[in-house]
Protein backbone atom coordinates (compact mmCIF):
# COMPACT_ATOMS: atom_id res chain seq x y z
CA UNK A 1 0.00 0.00 0.00
CA UNK A 2 1.29 3.30 -0.55
CA UNK A 3 1.68 6.04 1.79
CA UNK A 4 -1.65 7.87 1.08
CA UNK A 5 -3.94 5.78 -0.63
CA UNK A 6 -7.57 6.81 -0.13
CA UNK A 7 -6.69 10.25 0.91
CA UNK A 8 -7.88 13.20 -0.78
CA UNK A 9 -6.30 16.47 -1.47
CA UNK A 10 -7.17 19.73 -2.06
CA UNK A 11 -4.30 21.88 -3.89
CA UNK A 12 -4.95 25.21 -4.24
CA UNK A 13 -2.58 27.22 -6.28
CA UNK A 14 -2.12 30.83 -6.31
CA UNK A 15 0.07 33.39 -8.32
CA UNK A 16 3.64 33.68 -7.86
CA UNK A 17 6.97 32.57 -9.42
CA UNK A 18 6.88 29.73 -7.11
CA UNK A 19 3.63 28.01 -8.40
CA UNK A 20 5.95 26.33 -10.65
CA UNK A 21 6.87 24.03 -7.52
CA UNK A 22 3.68 23.25 -6.76
CA UNK A 23 3.86 21.29 -9.95
CA UNK A 24 6.63 18.99 -8.26
CA UNK A 25 4.35 18.82 -4.95
CA UNK A 26 1.60 17.57 -6.75
CA UNK A 27 3.68 14.65 -8.38
CA UNK A 28 4.88 14.04 -4.84
CA UNK A 29 1.29 13.10 -3.64
CA UNK A 30 0.25 11.45 -7.23
CA UNK A 31 3.56 9.29 -6.54
CA UNK A 32 2.41 8.06 -3.24
CA UNK A 33 -1.35 7.21 -4.30
CA UNK A 34 -3.54 10.60 -2.85
CA UNK A 35 -6.54 11.80 -4.89
CA UNK A 36 -5.67 15.51 -6.02
CA UNK A 37 -8.26 18.14 -7.33
CA UNK A 38 -7.14 21.42 -8.01
CA UNK A 39 -7.72 25.56 -7.94
CA UNK A 40 -6.28 27.48 -10.07
CA UNK A 41 -6.83 31.30 -8.99
CA UNK A 42 -6.97 33.74 -11.74
CA UNK A 43 -3.47 34.75 -11.39
CA UNK A 44 -2.15 31.41 -11.14
CA UNK A 45 -2.63 30.84 -14.64
CA UNK A 46 -0.29 33.15 -15.75
CA UNK A 47 2.75 31.26 -13.78
CA UNK A 48 1.23 27.59 -14.46
CA UNK A 49 -1.54 26.27 -17.07
CA UNK A 50 -4.44 24.04 -15.70
CA UNK A 51 -3.27 21.60 -18.70
CA UNK A 52 0.11 20.93 -16.77
CA UNK A 53 -1.50 20.60 -13.50
CA UNK A 54 -4.54 18.56 -15.08
CA UNK A 55 -1.78 16.04 -16.48
CA UNK A 56 0.46 15.48 -13.16
CA UNK A 57 -3.07 15.43 -10.84
CA UNK A 58 -4.68 13.67 -12.90
CA UNK A 59 -8.17 15.09 -11.26
CA UNK A 60 -9.85 17.91 -12.35
CA UNK A 61 -8.64 21.49 -12.21
CA UNK A 62 -11.36 24.30 -10.83
CA UNK A 63 -10.90 27.79 -11.69
CA UNK A 64 -13.81 30.07 -11.73
CA UNK A 65 -16.40 30.18 -8.89
CA UNK A 66 -19.63 30.95 -11.40
CA UNK A 67 -18.65 28.24 -13.92
CA UNK A 68 -21.79 26.44 -14.60
CA UNK A 69 -20.02 23.23 -15.02
CA UNK A 70 -18.20 23.45 -11.91
CA UNK A 71 -20.98 24.41 -9.42
CA UNK A 72 -23.44 21.59 -11.58
CA UNK A 73 -21.05 18.59 -11.07
CA UNK A 74 -19.09 19.86 -7.62
CA UNK A 75 -20.22 23.18 -5.92
CA UNK A 76 -17.75 24.89 -3.89
CA UNK A 77 -19.91 23.12 0.02
CA UNK A 78 -19.33 19.88 -1.54
CA UNK A 79 -15.56 20.14 -2.78
CA UNK A 80 -14.68 21.64 1.04
CA UNK A 81 -16.36 18.30 2.43
CA UNK A 82 -14.63 16.10 0.00
CA UNK A 83 -10.97 16.93 0.55
CA UNK A 84 -9.02 15.04 4.01
CA UNK A 85 -7.12 17.90 3.67
CA UNK A 86 -6.58 21.80 1.86
CA UNK A 87 -3.13 22.90 0.96
CA UNK A 88 -2.45 26.30 -0.24
CA UNK A 89 0.84 26.71 -2.25
CA UNK A 90 2.38 29.27 -2.73
CA UNK A 91 0.57 31.08 -0.95
CA UNK A 92 1.10 34.59 -1.60
CA UNK A 93 1.00 37.68 0.76
CA UNK A 94 -2.26 38.71 -1.24
CA UNK A 95 -3.81 35.36 -0.22
CA UNK A 96 -2.83 35.34 3.43
CA UNK A 97 -4.54 38.96 3.43
CA UNK A 98 -7.39 37.91 2.17
CA UNK A 99 -7.57 34.76 4.63
CA UNK A 100 -7.43 36.76 7.55
CA UNK A 101 -9.91 38.82 6.20
CA UNK A 102 -12.45 36.15 5.76
CA UNK A 103 -12.70 37.13 2.10
CA UNK A 104 -14.59 34.81 -0.34
CA UNK A 105 -14.35 36.90 -3.56
CA UNK A 106 -13.16 34.18 -5.72
CA UNK A 107 -13.61 29.83 -5.74
CA UNK A 108 -10.41 29.13 -3.64
CA UNK A 109 -11.46 31.64 -0.76
CA UNK A 110 -15.13 30.90 -0.80
CA UNK A 111 -13.89 26.78 -0.23
CA UNK A 112 -11.49 27.87 2.01
CA UNK A 113 -14.22 30.00 3.88
CA UNK A 114 -15.95 26.84 3.86
CA UNK A 115 -13.93 24.79 4.88
CA UNK A 116 -14.14 22.54 7.98
CA UNK A 117 -10.58 20.37 7.37
CA UNK A 118 -7.05 21.05 8.48
CA UNK A 119 -5.45 23.92 5.72
CA UNK A 120 -1.96 24.01 5.56
CA UNK A 121 -0.33 27.08 4.40
CA UNK A 122 3.26 27.33 2.29
CA UNK A 123 3.74 30.70 1.88
CA UNK A 124 5.99 32.54 -0.57
CA UNK A 125 6.52 36.38 -1.60
CA UNK A 126 9.62 38.75 -1.72
CA UNK A 127 11.38 39.22 1.61
CA UNK A 128 10.21 42.66 2.70
CA UNK A 129 6.58 41.26 2.03
CA UNK A 130 7.02 38.77 4.47
CA UNK A 131 8.77 40.94 7.06
CA UNK A 132 6.18 43.56 6.30
CA UNK A 133 4.12 44.19 10.09
CA UNK A 134 1.04 43.05 8.07
CA UNK A 135 1.98 39.96 7.16
CA UNK A 136 3.02 38.81 9.95
CA UNK A 137 -0.01 40.15 11.87
CA UNK A 138 -2.39 38.46 8.62
CA UNK A 139 -0.50 35.01 9.51
CA UNK A 140 -1.29 35.37 13.38
CA UNK A 141 -4.71 35.44 12.91
CA UNK A 142 -4.54 32.49 10.54
CA UNK A 143 -2.66 30.50 13.07
CA UNK A 144 -5.05 31.44 15.66
CA UNK A 145 -7.77 30.13 13.40
CA UNK A 146 -5.85 26.98 13.03
CA UNK A 147 -4.05 26.89 9.66
CA UNK A 148 -0.52 25.16 9.42
CA UNK A 149 2.35 27.36 8.46
CA UNK A 150 5.07 25.31 6.58
CA UNK A 151 8.34 27.64 5.76
CA UNK A 152 9.17 29.70 4.28
CA UNK A 153 12.72 29.51 3.31
CA UNK A 154 15.91 31.82 3.52
CA UNK A 155 17.50 31.96 0.19
CA UNK A 156 17.99 33.44 -3.28
CA UNK A 157 14.89 35.01 -4.64
CA UNK A 158 13.62 35.38 -8.61
CA UNK A 159 13.78 39.15 -7.65
CA UNK A 160 17.72 39.16 -7.18
CA UNK A 161 16.99 39.41 -3.72
CA UNK A 162 18.04 37.44 -0.71
CA UNK A 163 16.23 36.65 2.44
CA UNK A 164 13.54 34.67 3.88
CA UNK A 165 10.16 34.33 1.76
CA UNK A 166 11.14 30.99 -0.39
CA UNK A 167 8.78 28.61 -0.79
CA UNK A 168 9.55 25.57 1.34
CA UNK A 169 10.53 22.40 -1.11
CA UNK A 170 7.83 20.04 -2.42
CA UNK A 171 9.65 16.81 -0.31
CA UNK A 172 9.28 19.13 2.94
CA UNK A 173 5.57 20.13 2.12
CA UNK A 174 4.71 16.27 1.24
CA UNK A 175 6.11 15.41 4.50
CA UNK A 176 4.12 17.79 6.57
CA UNK A 177 1.09 16.77 5.47
CA UNK A 178 1.68 13.07 5.10
CA UNK A 179 3.06 12.99 9.20
CA UNK A 180 -0.31 14.57 9.74
CA UNK A 181 -2.48 12.50 8.07
CA UNK A 182 -0.31 9.28 9.46
CA UNK A 183 -1.01 10.64 12.65
CA UNK A 184 -4.85 11.21 12.22
CA UNK A 185 -4.95 7.43 10.69
CA UNK A 186 -3.38 6.43 14.10
CA UNK A 187 -5.32 8.84 16.31
CA UNK A 188 -8.58 8.10 14.80
CA UNK A 189 -8.52 4.36 17.50
CA UNK A 190 -8.51 7.27 20.49
CA UNK A 191 -11.48 8.77 22.54
CA UNK A 192 -10.79 11.87 24.18
CA UNK A 193 -12.74 13.82 27.09
CA UNK A 194 -12.44 17.37 27.77
CA UNK A 195 -14.62 19.60 29.88
CA UNK A 196 -14.25 23.48 29.48
CA UNK A 197 -15.95 26.54 31.41
CA UNK A 198 -17.47 27.48 34.64
CA UNK A 199 -20.25 25.46 36.15
CA UNK A 200 -23.42 27.30 38.03
CA UNK A 201 -24.65 26.46 41.80
CA UNK A 202 -28.26 28.11 42.13
CA UNK A 203 -28.98 29.48 45.43
CA UNK A 204 -32.76 30.52 44.27
CA UNK A 205 -34.08 30.60 40.52
CA UNK A 206 -32.28 33.68 39.05
CA UNK A 207 -28.68 33.95 41.64
CA UNK A 208 -25.83 31.43 41.45
CA UNK A 209 -22.53 30.91 42.87
CA UNK A 210 -19.84 30.31 40.22
CA UNK A 211 -16.04 29.91 39.32
CA UNK A 212 -14.46 32.41 36.68
CA UNK A 213 -13.61 31.21 33.73
CA UNK A 214 -14.37 31.84 29.40
CA UNK A 215 -13.57 27.92 28.69
CA UNK A 216 -11.53 29.16 25.73
CA UNK A 217 -8.63 26.95 26.62
CA UNK A 218 -10.93 23.96 26.98
CA UNK A 219 -12.48 24.58 23.63
CA UNK A 220 -9.02 25.47 21.89
CA UNK A 221 -8.07 21.78 23.35
CA UNK A 222 -10.97 20.03 22.05
CA UNK A 223 -10.74 21.57 18.63
CA UNK A 224 -6.83 20.60 18.54
CA UNK A 225 -8.09 16.91 19.59
CA UNK A 226 -10.50 16.53 17.00
CA UNK A 227 -8.54 17.72 14.06
CA UNK A 228 -5.53 14.96 14.93
CA UNK A 229 -7.97 12.18 14.84
CA UNK A 230 -9.30 12.18 17.91
CA UNK A 231 -13.05 10.90 19.18
CA UNK A 232 -13.53 13.89 21.31
CA UNK A 233 -16.16 14.76 23.50
CA UNK A 234 -16.47 18.21 24.74
CA UNK A 235 -18.60 18.39 28.37
CA UNK A 236 -18.94 22.26 28.64
CA UNK A 237 -20.26 24.71 31.17
CA UNK A 238 -22.12 28.06 30.31
CA UNK A 239 -20.10 29.57 27.59
CA UNK A 240 -20.34 32.17 24.76
CA UNK A 241 -18.21 29.85 22.31
CA UNK A 242 -19.09 27.64 19.43
CA UNK A 243 -17.37 24.47 18.56
CA UNK A 244 -16.89 22.10 15.04
CA UNK A 245 -19.59 19.38 14.52
CA UNK A 246 -17.00 17.29 14.37
CA UNK A 247 -16.99 17.57 18.16
CA UNK A 248 -19.51 15.77 20.49
CA UNK A 249 -20.91 18.41 22.65
CA UNK A 250 -22.72 18.11 25.81
CA UNK A 251 -23.95 21.59 27.42
CA UNK A 252 -24.55 21.18 30.90
CA UNK A 253 -24.72 23.68 34.14
CA UNK A 254 -24.06 22.41 37.40
CA UNK A 255 -21.34 20.45 38.94
CA UNK A 256 -23.93 17.11 39.49
CA UNK A 257 -24.86 17.39 35.59
CA UNK A 258 -20.84 17.57 34.54
CA UNK A 259 -20.33 14.67 36.78
CA UNK A 260 -22.96 12.80 34.86
CA UNK A 261 -21.93 14.11 31.28
CA UNK A 262 -18.58 12.22 32.33
CA UNK A 263 -19.97 8.66 33.75
CA UNK A 264 -21.40 8.69 30.71
CA UNK A 265 -18.63 9.39 28.53
CA UNK A 266 -16.17 6.97 29.88
CA UNK A 267 -14.44 4.28 28.92
CA UNK A 268 -12.05 7.38 27.36
CA UNK A 269 -8.42 7.49 26.21
CA UNK A 270 -7.83 10.54 27.52
CA UNK A 271 -9.53 12.88 30.00
CA UNK A 272 -8.84 16.66 30.20
CA UNK A 273 -10.38 18.56 33.27
CA UNK A 274 -10.03 22.33 32.24
CA UNK A 275 -13.49 23.36 33.65
CA UNK A 276 -13.94 25.58 36.78
CA UNK A 277 -16.03 23.55 39.18
CA UNK A 278 -17.49 24.95 41.69
CA UNK A 279 -15.89 23.21 45.23
CA UNK A 280 -19.45 24.29 46.50
CA UNK A 281 -22.99 23.77 45.81
CA UNK A 282 -26.15 25.44 47.59
CA UNK A 283 -27.12 22.72 50.94
CA UNK A 284 -30.75 24.02 50.69
CA UNK A 285 -31.37 25.76 47.32
CA UNK A 286 -34.54 27.82 47.34
CA UNK A 287 -37.56 26.79 44.68
CA UNK A 288 -38.89 30.43 44.77
CA UNK A 289 -36.51 34.23 44.26
CA UNK A 290 -35.13 35.12 47.83
CA UNK A 291 -36.51 38.66 48.67
CA UNK A 292 -33.72 41.62 49.09
CA UNK A 293 -32.50 41.46 53.47
CA UNK A 294 -30.34 43.16 54.97
CA UNK A 295 -28.48 39.69 56.29
CA UNK A 296 -28.77 35.98 54.23
CA UNK A 297 -27.30 33.25 55.30
CA UNK A 298 -26.38 30.58 52.48
CA UNK A 299 -25.14 26.95 53.69
CA UNK A 300 -22.88 25.28 51.65
CA UNK A 301 -21.70 22.00 50.89
CA UNK A 302 -18.47 20.55 48.94
CA UNK A 303 -18.83 19.19 45.08
CA UNK A 304 -17.98 15.81 43.96
CA UNK A 305 -14.19 16.88 42.53
CA UNK A 306 -14.69 14.80 39.32
CA UNK A 307 -10.81 15.13 38.44
CA UNK A 308 -10.59 12.83 41.43
CA UNK A 309 -13.54 10.78 40.41
CA UNK A 310 -11.64 9.85 37.23
CA UNK A 311 -8.56 9.66 38.03
CA UNK A 312 -9.30 6.97 40.79
CA UNK A 313 -11.23 5.36 38.84
CA UNK A 314 -10.57 1.32 38.96
CA UNK A 315 -12.44 0.01 36.64
CA UNK A 316 -12.48 2.79 33.94
CA UNK A 317 -9.79 5.30 34.67
CA UNK A 318 -8.42 6.50 31.19
CA UNK A 319 -4.72 6.16 30.63
CA UNK A 320 -4.34 9.80 30.19
CA UNK A 321 -5.68 12.02 32.79
CA UNK A 322 -5.03 15.94 33.12
CA UNK A 323 -6.03 18.04 35.10
CA UNK A 324 -5.75 22.21 35.31
CA UNK A 325 -4.53 24.27 37.78
CA UNK A 326 -5.40 27.90 38.10
CA UNK A 327 -3.68 29.82 40.88
CA UNK A 328 -2.21 33.41 41.54
CA UNK A 329 0.53 32.29 44.02
CA UNK A 330 2.93 29.83 44.48
CA UNK A 331 2.19 28.33 41.22
CA UNK A 332 4.21 25.36 41.38
CA UNK A 333 3.86 24.53 44.75
CA UNK A 334 0.43 24.62 44.59
CA UNK A 335 0.30 22.26 41.03
CA UNK A 336 2.67 19.49 42.41
CA UNK A 337 0.21 19.13 45.57
CA UNK A 338 -2.59 18.37 43.32
CA UNK A 339 -0.46 16.71 41.21
CA UNK A 340 -0.27 14.06 44.13
CA UNK A 341 -3.61 14.67 45.66
CA UNK A 342 -5.87 14.10 42.54
CA UNK A 343 -3.69 10.60 41.50
CA UNK A 344 -3.52 12.30 37.63
CA UNK A 345 -0.70 12.12 35.07
CA UNK A 346 -0.41 15.79 34.75
CA UNK A 347 -1.39 19.20 36.00
CA UNK A 348 -1.39 21.99 33.59
CA UNK A 349 -0.39 25.06 36.26
CA UNK A 350 -0.90 28.71 35.22
CA UNK A 351 -1.19 31.76 36.72
CA UNK A 352 -4.21 33.49 36.42
CA UNK A 353 -3.07 36.68 38.36
CA UNK A 354 -1.68 38.14 35.06
CA UNK A 355 -3.71 41.06 33.30
CA UNK A 356 -2.56 39.51 29.69
CA UNK A 357 -3.31 36.01 30.01
CA UNK A 358 -5.58 33.51 31.71
CA UNK A 359 -9.17 34.59 32.50
CA UNK A 360 -11.31 35.19 29.61
CA UNK A 361 -7.97 36.47 27.36
CA UNK A 362 -7.23 34.66 24.56
CA UNK A 363 -3.51 34.32 25.55
CA UNK A 364 -2.31 31.77 28.26
CA UNK A 365 1.55 30.93 29.60
CA UNK A 366 1.49 27.48 31.32
CA UNK A 367 3.54 24.76 33.26
CA UNK A 368 2.49 21.24 32.66
CA UNK A 369 3.88 19.22 36.00
CA UNK A 370 4.47 15.28 34.94
CA UNK A 371 3.91 12.55 37.67
CA UNK A 372 5.77 9.97 35.70
CA UNK A 373 8.93 11.95 35.88
CA UNK A 374 10.05 13.43 39.06
CA UNK A 375 10.64 17.05 39.39
CA UNK A 376 9.75 17.35 35.81
CA UNK A 377 8.07 20.41 34.40
CA UNK A 378 7.79 21.66 30.69
CA UNK A 379 6.77 25.89 30.71
CA UNK A 380 5.39 26.83 27.45
CA UNK A 381 5.41 30.40 27.20
CA UNK A 382 2.71 32.94 26.55
CA UNK A 383 1.11 32.27 23.09
CA UNK A 384 -2.11 32.63 21.80
CA UNK A 385 -4.77 29.43 23.62
CA UNK A 386 -4.76 28.27 20.42
CA UNK A 387 -1.04 27.54 19.94
CA UNK A 388 -1.33 26.50 23.40
CA UNK A 389 -3.41 23.52 22.87
CA UNK A 390 -1.51 22.44 19.94
CA UNK A 391 1.87 21.94 22.07
CA UNK A 392 -0.46 20.48 24.62
CA UNK A 393 -2.04 17.68 22.07
CA UNK A 394 1.76 17.40 20.92
CA UNK A 395 2.35 16.12 24.20
CA UNK A 396 -0.83 14.25 24.02
CA UNK A 397 -0.01 12.58 20.67
CA UNK A 398 3.17 11.51 21.88
CA UNK A 399 2.28 9.90 25.30
CA UNK A 400 -0.88 8.25 24.07
CA UNK A 401 0.93 6.38 21.16
Not at 76 to 84: E, F, K, N
Not at 156 to 161: K, N, P, S, T
Not at 382 to 392: D, P, T
Request: net charge positive; proline share 2%; aromatic share 6%.
Amino acid sequence: MKDLTNKKILFIICGGVSAYKSLETIRLFKKNNAEIKTILTQSAKEFVTPLSVASLSQGKVYDDLFSLENETEMDHISLSRWADLIVIAPATANTISKLSQGSSEDLASTVILASNKQIFLAPAMNVRMWEHQSTKSNLEKLKDYGYKIIGPLIGDMACGEYGEGKMSDPSEIYNEVKNFLHNKIRNNKFKALVTAGPTKEYIDPVRFITNKSSGKQGYEIAKSLSKRGFETTLISGPTNLNISADVNLIKVETAEEMLKATQKSLPTDVAIFSAAVSDFKVKNKSRNKIKKQDNLIINLEKNIDILNYVSNHNSMRPKLVIGFAAETDEIDKNATSKLADKNCDWIIANDVSKKNSGFDSNYNEVTIHYKDIKSKKEKILLKKKSEISEEIVDRIVNQIN
